[in-house]
């Protein structure tokens, strides 16, 4: 069992990176949209056409909630939707041309963001916070599913 500073410590670390990577802000990512609309931009963008279940359960939310962001995404024209050719009775979700602009400005902000955190670090530093940040965010999602599956 993990000693209570170090997990104190990783909690106030998690609340900080919230905070500076400004989540929050009722917008992000010099964005007009909130963090919700902006991962759905962003997850479509880099694993293509999906339905909103899908993206509901990638982006763990509820069915109200992405069904919500996705119609406010249509009508703003980063999304559209389009019959699923494999099962009719779905839509699939796919980025419009403002959508991949969209996507190419949350990225470039984003990139920038991060190299400029990195920055103030050396190489053997920014090896350690992104191989700990990945092993950080695979526990937690380890750790999610053990206990849904202990609840089932």
């Known amino acids: 069992m993990?000693?209570?500073?170090?997990?104190?410590?990783?909690?106030a670390a998690s609340r900080l990176m919230v905070r500076e990577l400004g989540f929050m802000d009722?917008?992000?990512?010099?964005?007009?949209?909130?963090?919700?609309?902006?991962?759905?931009?962003?997850?479509?963008?880099?694993?293509?056409?999906?339905?909103?279940g899908e993206l509901g359960d990638?982006?763990?939310?509820?069915?109200?909630?992405?069904?919500?962001?996705?119609?406010?995404?249509?009508?703003c024209g980063e999304l559209r939707e389009t019959p699923d050719e494999l099962d009719a009775r779905s839509k699939l979700l796919s980025l419009t041309a403002k959508g991949r602009r969209t996507l190419e400005a949350l990225h470039a902000f984003g990139r920038q963001q991060v190299r400029g955190a990195l920055a103030a670090l050396t190489p053997a530093e920014q090896r350690t916070v992104r191989e700990g940040m990945m092993l950080y965010a695979q526990a937690l999602r380890a750790s999610r599913m053990a206990e849904a599956q202990s609840a089932a």
């Open 58 to 75: 990638f982006l763990r939310l509820e069915k109200s909630s992405v069904s919500r962001m996705v119609r406010k995404l249509i009508e």
């Open 26 to 52: 009722t917008t992000v990512a010099a964005s007009d949209y909130p963090p919700s609309a902006v991962h759905a931009i962003l997850e479509i963008g880099i694993r293509g056409p999906m339905t909103s």
């Open 2 to 11: 993990a000693e209570l500073s170090l997990i104190d410590d990783i909690r």
